[in-house]
């Protein structure tokens, strides 16, 4: 029922969501993220650190769309249960990341209150990267409360929560090919 891939609508346990991005869209502004970091780190070997769960489609599609030479690695980051952040941060697979000298680009689904990479960046300095950059697919500008500097974004939307293109809810909706927002009905 929810899985089908062109449907305007999606229910997706207790609540309903309306289709916001398509995957066309989602598609046509990563390759120009993508054009774009390439042609600044061309030549710089970037480290691309990809942020689990939510970004693992997003961070394949983005580096099947480099041209140039970068390396990937992946960290485990999980602030948020179900709607809302949690404001208390959980890494795991630290312990197998190796910064050291490299120019990182952190690849993020959404950047939302931005506790998750307020509190993550101060801790990977301490790893001694030669630059440590974010690239965000969507930005909530207006849900932001903590200062984090976003390179490249993809989308700036309002501050409705979102599923679909690696983007949970509750752990499902990941594998839905656009984005959806949440239809939110006043009582
Ligand atoms: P922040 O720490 O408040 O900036 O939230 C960042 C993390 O919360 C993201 O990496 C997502 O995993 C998750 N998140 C924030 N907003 C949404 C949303 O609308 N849908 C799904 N996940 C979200
Ligand atoms: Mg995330």
């Given at each position: 029922m929810y899985y089908s891939p062109n449907k305007d609508m999606v229910t997706i346990k207790d609540l309903d969501f309306s289709l916001y991005l398509s995957a066309r869209e989602i598609q046509n502004k990563i390759r120009i993220m993508a054009t774009k970091i390439a042609s600044e780190y061309e030549g710089k070997n970037p480290l691309l650190l990809v942020v689990l769960n939510g970004a693992f489609i997003f961070g394949a599609d983005l580096i099947r769309n480099m041209d140039i030479a970068c390396t990937v690695q992946f960290i485990r980051l999980k602030s948020y249960d179900q709607l809302k952040s949690t404001e208390q941060l959980q890494i795991s697979g630290m312990d197998k990341v190796d910064v050291k000298d490299r120019h990182v680009i952190i690849v993020e689904d959404i950047i939302d209150s931005g506790f998750t990479m307020h509190t993550f960046v101060p801790l990977l300095e301490e790893m001694n990267p030669s630059s440590i950059a974010i690239a965000s697919l969507l930005m909530k500008d207006d849900e932001i409360k903590y200062n984090v500097n976003v390179k490249y974004t993809g989308f700036h939307i309002p501050e409705k929560f979102v599923v679909g293109y690696g983007l949970d809810y509750d752990g499902q909706g990941?594998?839905?090919?656009h984005i959806y927002q949440l239809v939110e009905f006043i009582e």
């Amino acid at each position: 029922m929810y899985y089908s891939p062109n449907k305007d609508m999606v229910t997706i346990k207790d609540l309903d969501f309306s289709l916001y991005l398509s995957a066309r869209e989602i598609q046509n502004k990563i390759r120009i993220m993508a054009t774009k970091i390439a042609s600044e780190y061309e030549g710089k070997n970037p480290l691309l650190l990809v942020v689990l769960n939510g970004a693992f489609i997003f961070g394949a599609d983005l580096i099947r769309n480099m041209d140039i030479a970068c390396t990937v690695q992946f960290i485990r980051l999980k602030s948020y249960d179900q709607l809302k952040s949690t404001e208390q941060l959980q890494i795991s697979g630290m312990d197998k990341v190796d910064v050291k000298d490299r120019h990182v680009i952190i690849v993020e689904d959404i950047i939302d209150s931005g506790f998750t990479m307020h509190t993550f960046v101060p801790l990977l300095e301490e790893m001694n990267p030669s630059s440590i950059a974010i690239a965000s697919l969507l930005m909530k500008d207006d849900e932001i409360k903590y200062n984090v500097n976003v390179k490249y974004t993809g989308f700036h939307i309002p501050e409705k929560f979102v599923v679909g293109y690696g983007l949970d809810y509750d752990g499902q909706g990941r594998n839905l090919p656009h984005i959806y927002q949440l239809v939110e009905f006043i009582e």
